[in-house]
C-alpha cells in the first residue's frame, strides 16, 4: 500500500502530505520502498539470434563448444524445452515475438529481401510500443527484419533508437566464399550492397567478411550503451543478433576457439556477449530488476553443414515445421521473481513473450485480438502448469501441423528435406542433384506423433490412435477458419492485412456488380490450377497475388468471352492486371476488347498496348474501354503475356505470370 502511495506522489514530492509522511516513516525503510527492485517495473532485455539450433546451447547439450554465460543464465533462471517459434523462417518468426501473433493472423510470411514492398503492418502493436505507453525507453541493435522501407522501420514501430542490418546478412552481393561479386555475373549479383542502419537512414555497406565479423561486437556494445544510458528508467532492450545465420562471422578473439570450428566460434562470441550484458546490468545494480529472454528464431540451417547448428534429436531444421525447424531453446531469468535453475517441458512459444511481458510491467495488452498467452505462472516456478494447450504450425499459408499436450497431427504436405543431402561446408550450401542450394522435398501423410516419447518424430502412430486424430483435427479445423490454410484453398476470418508501401485497392474496388456476374465463359487458353479465381464473381485481386481474386497464365496468353446470354445494352467493358516483378508477374504487352452479336464475328473496340519496364512496385492497371450503349451479347478480353521474364529480371529466360482478375461489363 504505501509502495503504491509512494509512487503515485512521486511527482508531488513538495507536496504537504508527502512531507508528513517522511516524518511518520523511517527514511530507510523509505528508501528500500522506493528502490527499483521493488517499485519500477522490470526491465526487459530479449536477446534473439538467428538460426541457432535447439541443441546449439551447452545447457541443451552442445557438442564442440562451450556456452558458460548461456549456461550460467539458464542455472540461474528457467530453460524450457518445448518452445516454439510460429513459423520457421526469419520476418515471419520475428513478427510473432514482438506482436504475440501468431504470423499467420497478420500476414507476414517467409524472409523479406531488399525487393520487399511489404512489411509488419504499422497498425500493429509492438512489445516495443507496448512498453513505450508506459514510460519505457526501448532500442533495437540488430537485424530488423519486418520490412527495409521507412514507414516499417523499428522507428516506426515503437523504438526510440536502431542500430543494425534491415533484413539478413547474406542478402548481399557477395559469393559464399566471401569474395565481393558485385557488377559481374552471379545469382548474388541481384542484391544491392548490405545497409547498415541507423534510425532511418543508411550511414554505411557491410560489404565483406571483415564487415560480418565485427557485427556480433558492435550490436554488443551499442546494447551495453544503451544500457548505461538508460539505467534509471525503466527499458527494453532488443538484441536481435544477425548470428549465427550464415554468412559466419566472428572476431579474431574467438576465431578457432571451438573444436566445432566456425559455427562454435560464432555461438561462443554470442555467449561472451550475453556475458557482457550481465556484466553491464551487474555493474549497475540492476539485476534483481531485469528480466532476459534469449531465445532463437528458427531452427539451425542444415545445408549449410559446418557453417550450421544442430537440433539433434530433433527431425529437419530451418524453413520446416517438423521440430527441427519449429522448436527453439529458450531461457529466462530474473533473479528474485524466477526460482534458479528450473526446466519447464511445458508447451510455449514466442507469441506468448508480449502477454507475459504484460502481465509483469502492467502494460495494457493490444486491443486487437492476438494469440499468445502469459506464462508468468510458469516462470514464476509453477513449472508444470498447463497454459498452453494446443499449438498451430503453419508455413508460408500453409498449416502444416496442430498440437495438443505432447501429441502433434501432421497434415499431409510436401516440404524442403535435409535427410538424405551431403550438407555443405565452409560457408557454402548443399549441393543437391547437381544445383547449389537446393533441397531435396519430403512428403508427409496425415501423421501422428507423441512428442513425449518420440520428441524425433520418427513413429507415426496415427492408425493406433484414431481417436486423437479426430480430437486434433478438430484443433485444425478451428486454426483453418480462423487463419486459411493455402494446403486446402481455405481463407481465414481472423486475419489482418500485411503493411504495404503500395497504395491498396479501396473495398468499393474490391467489390463490384456488373452484367457480367455468373455469365458463361469460354476460356481459350489455360489458366494455372493454382491461381483459378472467376471473372465473372463481381471480386477483384488486391495487391496479393494469392488472395484467391486472381486468375495466373503461366507464360500463356489470356483468351476469354463472356457470353452475356441475351442481347444487352453496354456502355463499358474493363479489366485490371497485376504487376508484381519480384513474383515475377508482369502487366501484359497487349490488351485487346472485343465484342459481338452472334459469337461468331468479333469487332476490336479498342487495343492497349504496354511497354514493359523494370518498376518494383506492385500495381494493378485497370483497362477500360467506354463507347455509347451498344447492343452486345459476347465480350472478348485477350491479353498478351510476356512470355519470358525479360534481360534485367532475376528470372530472366524463364516464363513470366500475367494475373488477370474479372472482366467487368457495365
Ligand atoms: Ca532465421
Ligand atoms: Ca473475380
Known amino acids: 500500500m504505501l509502495k503504491c502511495i509512494v509512487q503515485l506522489e512521486k511527482k508531488k514530492m513538495k507536496n504537504k502530505f508527502f512531507t508528513t509522511l517522511l516524518f511518520l516513516f523511517p527514511l530507510t525503510f523509505l528508501l528500500e520502498s522506493c528502490s527499483r527492485q521493488n517499485s519500477v517495473p522490470p526491465n526487459i532485455v530479449i536477446i534473439f539470434t538467428d538460426d541457432q539450433g535447439y541443441s546449439d546451447l551447452g545447457s541443451y547439450g552442445a557438442v564442440g563448444f562451450e556456452t558458460p554465460n548461456l549456461d550460467r543464465l539458464a542455472n540461474e533462471g528457467i530453460r524450457f524445452t518445448d518452445f516454439q517459434v510460429s513459423q520457421a523462417v526469419c520476418s515471419a518468426s ?5 506482436t504475440g501473433s501468431y504470423s499467420q493472423r497478420i500476414g507476414v510470411r517467409g524472409a523479406y529481401n531488399h525487393t520487399a514492398r511489404v512489411g509488419l503492418n504499422p497498425n500493429e502493436i509492438t512489445i516495443a510500443e507496448m512498453l513505450k505507453s508506459i514510460g519505457y525507453a526501448t532500442g533495437i541493435f540488430g537485424k530488423w527484419h519486418l520490412g527495409h522501407h521507412k514507414m516499417f522501420l523499428p522507428l516506426q514501430q515503437g523504438f526510440d533508437e536502431y542500430k543494425g542490418i534491415p533484413y539478413s546478412n547474406d542478402m548481399w552481393p557477395v559469393d559464399y566464399d566471401g569474395t565481393p561479386i558485385a557488377g559481374s555475373y552471379h545469382r548474388k549479383n541481384f542484391y544491392p550492397q548490405l545497409p547498415f542502419l541507423e534510425g532511418n537512414d543508411k550511414i554505411e555497406e557491410i560489404r565483406d567478411l571483415k564487415d560480418q565479423d565485427q557485427l556480433t561486437i558492435r550490436y554488443t556494445k551499442y546494447a551495453i550503451d544503451f544500457i548505461a544510458r538508460n539505467k534509471d528508467n525503466p527499458f527494453f532492450l532488443y538484441l536481435p543478433h544477425s ?6 562471422g566472428v572476431s579474431d578473439r574467438f ?10 566460434d560464432v555461438i561462443m562470441e554470442i555467449d561472451w556477449s550475453v556475458g557482457e550484458i550481465l556484466n553491464a546490468l551487474s555493474k549497475y545494480n540492476l539485476d534483481k530488476n531485469t528480466l532476459i529472454i534469449f531465445t532463437s528464431d528458427n531452427g539451425p540451417w542444415l545445408n549449410y553443414g559446418t557453417h550450421a547448428g544442430s537440433a539433434l534429436p530433433l527431425r529437419e531444421g530451418k524453413g520446416t515445421m517438423w521440430e527441427g525447424g519449429s522448436r527453439v531453446p529458450c531461457i529466462m531469468r530474473w533473479p528474485g521473481k524466477i526460482p534458479a535453475g528450473i526446466v519447464s517441458n511445458q508447451l510455449a512459444a514466442t507469441i506468448d513473450i508480449l502477454p507475459t511481458i504484460a502481465d509483469l510491467t502492467g502494460a495494457p495488452l493490444p486491443k486487437k485480438p492476438i494469440d499468445g498467452v502469459s506464462i508468468k505462472q510458469i516462470i514464476e516456478g509453477d513449472i508444470n502448469s498447463i497454459i498452453r494447450d494446443d499449438y498451430y504450425y503453419y508455413y508460408g499459408g500453409e498449416l502444416i501441423a496442430v498440437r495438443k499436450g505432447k501429441m502433434k497431427l501432421v497434415y499431409p504436405h510436401s516440404y524442403r528435406s535435409y535427410e538424405g543431402v551431403t550438407p555443405g561446408k565452409d560457408g557454402y550450401p548443399a549441393i543437391y542433384k547437381g544445383v547449389l542450394g537446393k533441397y531435396a522435398t519430403g512428403k508427409s501423410g496425415l501423421e501422428l506423433y507423441d512428442l513425449m516419447n518420440d520428441v524425433g518424430e520418427s513413429k507415426d502412430i496415427s492408425s493406433q490412435y484414431p481417436d486423437i486424430v479426430t480430437e486434433l483435427e478438430a484443433i485444425g479445423n478451428i486454426a483453418r477458419k480462423k487463419f486459411g490454410d493455402r494446403l486446402r484453398g481455405i481463407k481465414g476470418i481472423d486475419v489482418r492485412p500485411i503493411g504495404r508501401l503500395d497504395p ?7 467489390k463490384i456488380l456488373h452484367q457480367g456476374i455468373s455469365k458463361k465463359i469460354i476460356f481459350k487458353t489455360k489458366f494455372s490450377s493454382q491461381y483459378n479465381a472467376k471473372l465473372n464473381d463481381g471480386k477483384r485481386g488486391t495487391l496479393n497475388h494469392r488472395d484467391s481474386n486472381w486468375q495466373g497464365y503461366h507464360g500463356v496468353d489470356f483468351d476469354a468471352t463472356i457470353d452475356l446470354g441475351v442481347k444487352t445494352k453496354v456502355s463499358k467493358i474493363s479489366s485490371s492486371f497485376l504487376q508484381n516483378q519480384s513474383a515475377w508477374i508482369f502487366f501484359p504487352n497487349e490488351v485487346d476488347f472485343q465484342i459481338s452479336k452472334d459469337g461468331i464475328n468479333f469487332i476490336s473496340v479498342e487495343k ?23 447492343e452486345i451479347r459476347f465480350v ?3 491479353a498478351k503475356n510476356i512470355g519470358l521474364c525479360p534481360e534485367w529480371h532475376p528470372g530472366a529466360g524463364n516464363r513470366g505470370w500475367l494475373f488477370v482478375d474479372e472482366i467487368v461489363i457495365n
Open 94 to 98: 520475428r513478427a510473432s515475438l514482438l
Open 243 to 248: 548470428m549465427p545465420h550464415v554468412p559466419l
Open 255 to 264: 576465431r578457432g576457439k571451438s573444436e566445432q570450428g566456425m559455427y562454435g
Open 504 to 510: 491498396e485497392r479501396s473495398l468499393s474496388e474490391l
Open 608 to 630: 492497349f498496348k504496354e511497354k514493359t519496364v523494370m518498376d518494383p512496385a506492385y500495381k494493378v492497371k485497370d483497362f477500360v474501354h467506354k463507347f455509347s450503349k451498344r
Open 636 to 638: 472478348k478480353v485477350k
